[in-house]
């Protein structure tokens, strides 16, 4: 777990210092300069709330901040591949949307995922976990183990932090994207994800 934990703070690291170099260039009046910071912002607070969950114990309970950070990720990663301004527009606009499921629609998620060749097993954590979460670690109280075969054990930090660092990995990748050279890691953080499962 702690190369998982060292492996997802890595992210945080590229992304502060890409923004350090970049800092000068950018623009409050472009869209796309600004969704991609709200977003770099979002992505970075729910690595940061996923490691420290992850690090008690309760990864499970980190699986629907993983969920929104894989949609951000994927979301940046759409943004950066064309019609920049146009997309970002309309992230910014969904952004203010007070509805969850404007927000975290499955379909447009493993759309994109495909799109974007997301590994399997990091997107089956995020979208084949809801149960795992609703039923996972559910054994904590007094007489709890008399409903034990209505529970699950839920997912653990051997799988949460992977697929976190896969999706950090896109994050990383759609910001290079948009400055090139300025963002480097996401080759790393893919490849320490999967060296990390085997």
């Known amino acids: 777990m702690k190369d998982m934990i ?3 703070g890595l992210a945080k690291t590229r992304v502060d ?10 623009s409050a009046s472009d869209p796309v300069d600004r969704a991609l910071m709200i977003m770099a912002a979002r992505v970075i607070a729910q690595a940061n709330a996923i490691m420290v969950l992850s690090e008690r ?8 901040i993983l969920r929104g950070l894989a949609e951000v990720c994927l979301t940046m990663r759409w943004i950066a591949e064309k019609d920049l301004g146009e ?3 309309a992230a910014l606009l969904e952004f203010q949307d007070t509805d969850w499921e404007t927000h975290w629609p499955s379909a447009r998620l493993r759309e994109r995922a495909e799109a974007y060749s997301v590994p399997g097993e990091a997107l089956e954590v ?4 809801a149960v795992d979460f609703a039923c996972g670690s559910a054994l904590g ?7 034990a075969e209505a529970t699950r ?16 990995g896109h994050a990383l990748k759609a910001l290079d994207g948009r400055w090139p050279g300025e963002f480097p890691g ?4 893919w490849t320490g994800a999967k060296m990390s499962r085997g």
């Open 6 to 8: 060292a492996l997802t």
């Open 17 to 26: 210092a890409g923004f350090s170099r970049v800092g000068r260039r950018l």
């Open 57 to 64: 114990g309760l990864a499970n309970e980190a699986l629907p």
């Open 87 to 89: 997309r970002a527009v």
């Open 126 to 129: 995020v979208l084949g976990s």
């Open 141 to 147: 109280l007094p007489w709890g183990h008399v409903f």
């Open 153 to 168: 054990s839920g997912r653990r930090a051997g799988e949460v932090l992977p697929a976190t660092a896969v999706f950090l």
């Open 186 to 189: 996401a080759e790393e953080m």
